[in-house]
């Protein structure tokens, strides 16, 4: 046998505590370096945090992660602008985890920080990044937003230490959910600050911050910092530091990125995008739009015609669920081509995307570089395109200014090819195709409309025939809004003409002679005034009211166009005066719908009146028992199943005698059939006897002859008797026969056999009397005497 192993002892090491690792991280925070710091580990984070930092393959620190982290851990409120794919989502993630890990947070303190980011897509992505860093930690962490399973968000609400959301559904809860309890919040941070603090969440966000405690850590990031007081004033900041890491940079936007600009016409941009798309094939491409309902028909009509790639479609009238997939089935694939809104323009982070297209203009200068950094993340390269109408150029001048480089290129003309004649034939064939592109149509019109900046979009520049052809739209869709536009326009004009023709009319009658001149000075004076009026009428797009078709209800969201308001008071008064007069609204098909629910009125029913103006019910249709109406007018919930036995026995008892009524009425109708033929029978009887009588038919006239009984004797009384019989019989059925037509049975009817056989029964009984021979012999007889 061998020699027993030996075991060498080792002792257990000490157990640090955990509360004596957090002072001696937190002693480190106030040595930082930023300018010696280069990796992760060179921070002074929790094992929890390298660690997951690491699996994930997050080593090395980016500029603004190496400015901004250390600050954090400080507890200083940051403002933080780099450039987009710079890494600022591990910049307030990193500090998240730290300050709860060093306050040892556990689940029953509940929520101890906040994220709000403006799109739902966004906050998925910081989400799934929080889930693999942060692994190793201890906390909770909650998806909260749109398009989800409400209740099941509700009920785990006070469960969550760390809250990832939109802010729509952040209020939601905070005015619904009882279980939500935001007093012990310790860190806020905003990304894409500029768009949640601008005007379309302006009313959102001030009810949120109103409900937040006032001392707490706040952390703003964007690629487009707001440095607006007012902004800062109401996130109560303070002593806030602004980190901008490239603001000395010789450009905004990143170096790997490289940018370009088209100019086209309008209705060039579809066959610009075809040809694009069939170009680039085996690349990832998104393209921009500026309306859901541009991206939807796009979408439609490219899957029709089947470019050769796969194509996607992510804007937001999509359900979340499918808005998730669509999110994540482009970042895995190599190929494709996304059509999107802006909503895919800020924070998402599309791995390796190739190219981005935007065909719309953007709003601004921001706009465009949220929507080009999509592409040249993390110092990887990628190309942007911008197409611009002939009226748009000055757009270029914008983004220079804003140190954005962008070279112009010009397209082949030889290698454009128009899918014009493909999507005339597919609008034909599809109705609702058809109404889709329609919907582009207007959609596109009303974006430009609405824009701010109008030396740039100008719809009057827009050649719209030619663009819906390029749709393959047939004719043109109608424009209303713009219509009733210069139908308002006009109206301000002519008014503000006439009112002010009048006040110079009378400061002439109070002018002397001697001060003509004077007056001719006031009336350019007033000429200057009217265009100011004109001007500002035209430009105060805030105060029209867009209604198109219940389908294409626009809501304003943002400020479209700043008025002058350095006016005379006189000219203010005469818009005020004319803004009054204006300021009924439109009746809208919406409105006339709501008020016939509220009237109750059912469509298409029929209501009949009898003379007396009582409503005729019809019992088939509608319930004829007071019983059944009492329990159609009662409002509880459930069915009563005695009631209801009730009223079908009641409705019953009605049916069956309305049955009655109805058989009665049947035989009232055969009677009456019956009896207007007997008459007319009666007559023709009538007819025949009154031809008989005028001499219709010739009998000789004997009344000159003697008696015969005189000249031969009397006939035997048998014979008599016989012709008596025969007499009784003939009359006898003569009166059987006329009982039979004025007294028929109910059951036996009069046929026009039996009154033929009537007429020939009585032409029998009318010739009946001498024959032919006897009367021969006795004329022979009387010419021999």
């Known amino acids: 046998m061998g020699k027993p192993k030996v075991k060498i002892f080792k002792p257990k090491k000490k157990r640090v505590p955990e509360s004596k690792i957090i002072e001696e991280l937190q002693a480190k925070y106030d040595s930082i370096d930023e300018s010696k710091i280069q990796k992760f580990e060179d921070l ?10 690491k699996e994930n393959e997050f080593i090395n620190l980016t500029d603004i992660q190496r400015q901004s982290i250390g600050l954090a851990l400080k507890g200083n409120d940051i403002l933080g602008a780099a450039k987009t794919g710079s890494g600022k989502t591990l910049a307030f993630l990193v500090p998240i985890l730290e300050i709860l890990y060093c306050k040892q947070w556990t689940r029953l303190d509940g929520l101890g920080a906040l994220v709000i980011t403006p799109t739902r897509e966004l906050a998925y992505q910081i989400y799934e990044t929080l889930r693999k860093v942060g692994r190793n930690h201890d906390f909770s962490a909650g998806l909260i937003i749109g398009g989800k399973d409400l209740h099941f968000e509700k009920k785990r609400m006070d469960q969550c230490n760390i809250v990832i959301c939109t802010p729509g559904r952040l209020l939601q809860h905070m005015d619904e959910n009882p279980l939500f309890d935001c007093i012990n919040i310790k860190i806020l941070v905003l990304d894409e600050a500029d768009r949640c603090l601008d005007m379309g969440f302006q009313k959102t966000m001030d009810s949120i911050i109103e409900n937040l405690p006032p001392e707490r850590q706040t952390l703003l990031f964007s690629a487009t910092q707001t440095k607006s007081v007012r902004d800062l004033a109401r ?5 806030p530091l602004y980190i901008s890491v490239h ?10 990125l490289q940018q370009s600009y088209v100019v086209c016409e309008l209705e060039e941009k579809m066959a610009m995008l075809w040809s694009f798309v069939r170009n680039h094939l085996k690349q990832k491409v998104i393209v921009f739009f500026s309306s859901c309902k541009q991206v939807k028909y796009i979408f439609e009509a490219f899957c029709r015609m089947r470019p050769g790639v796969s194509l996607l479609a992510l804007y937001g009238t999509l359900h979340q669920l499918r808005r998730m997939n669509i999110y994540e089935s482009f970042c895995k694939k190599q190929h494709a081509v996304l059509f999107a809104t802006d909503i895919a323009a800020r924070g998402l982070d599309f791995p390796a995307v190739n190219w981005v297209v935007q065909m719309d203009c953007p709003e601004d200068t921001n706009a465009y570089i949220h929507r080009a950094g999509r592409t040249a993340r993390f110092q990887k390269g990628g190309e942007s395109l911008l197409v611009l109408l002939p009226s748009e150029e000055k757009m270029v001048e914008h983004l220079r200014d804003r140190k954005i480089p962008i070279n112009m290129i010009r397209i082949n003309p030889n290698k454009l090819h128009s899918p014009q004649r493909k999507l005339e034939a597919l609008l034909a064939r599809d109705v609702a195709l058809k109404e889709s592109a329609q919907r582009a149509f207007i959609a596109y019109v009303k974006s430009v409309f609405l824009m701010k900046d109008k030396e740039i979009f100008d ?18 869709p109608r424009i209303r809004f713009l219509q009733r536009k210069q139908k308002s326009l006009k109206e301000v004009k002519k008014e503000a003409s006439t009112s002010l023709n009048k006040s110079s009319n009378n400061s002439g009658d109070e002018q002397d002679d001697g001060e ?12 200057y005034k009217n265009e100011k009026v004109l001007t ?5 797009f805030e105060k029209f009211n867009f209604d198109d078709n219940e389908d294409d209800l626009l809501t304003v969201k943002r400020k479209n166009i700043d008025i002058d308001d350095e006016l005379p008071e006189k000219l203010e008064d005469i818009e005020l005066e004319s803004a009054k007069s204006k300021q009924k609204k439109a009746v809208t098909r919406a409105a006339i719908a709501k008020k016939i629910l509220k009237k109750k009125i059912v469509a298409n029913k029929k209501t009949n009146f009898d003379e007396e103006g009582q409503e005729i019910l019809d019992p088939t249709r509608s319930k004829v028992s007071d019983l059944a109406k009492q329990y159609e007018n009662e409002d509880a919930s459930g069915i009563n199943i005695e009631v209801a036995k009730q009223v079908l026995r009641e409705e019953d008892r009605f049916d069956k005698q309305r049955f009655r009524e109805k058989i009665k009425e049947k035989h009232r109708e055969e009677k009456k059939k019956l009896k207007a033929q007997q008459k007319v029978e009666d007559q023709d009887g009538e007819d025949f006897e009154s031809g008989d009588e005028s001499g219709d038919s010739y009998e000789p006239d004997v009344s000159w002859l003697p008696d015969p009984d005189e000249i031969y004797g009397k006939a035997d009384g048998s014979d008599q008797e016989s ?37 020939t029964k009585y032409n029998m009984s009318a010739s009946s009397g001498y024959g032919l021979d006897a009367e021969e012999e006795l004329a022979l007889q009387l010419l021999r005497g």
């Not at 603001?247 to 790997?256: L, N």
């Not at 500002?536 to 105060?540: E, L, T």
């Open 44 to 53: 002074p984070l929790s094992s929890q945090t390298l660690k997951g930092l």
């Open 235 to 239: 996130l109560s900041l303070k002593d």
């Open 247 to 256: 603001e000395r940079s010789a450009h905004t936007t990143p170096e790997g």
């Open 459 to 476: 719809v009057q520049a827009l050649n719209t025939d030619a663009f819906a052809r390029s749709l393959g739209l047939a004719i043109p």
């Open 516 to 527: 003509s001149e004077s007056s001719d000075e006031s009336g350019y004076e007033n000429d």
């Open 536 to 540: 500002k009428g035209q430009s105060g």
């Open 723 to 759: 012709d008596g019989k025969d007499q009784k019989s003939v009359n006898s059925d003569v009166n059987s026969d006329e009982e039979k037509v004025h007294r028929p049975s109910k059951r036996k009817l009069v046929t026009k056999d039996d009154h033929k056989k009537k007429k």
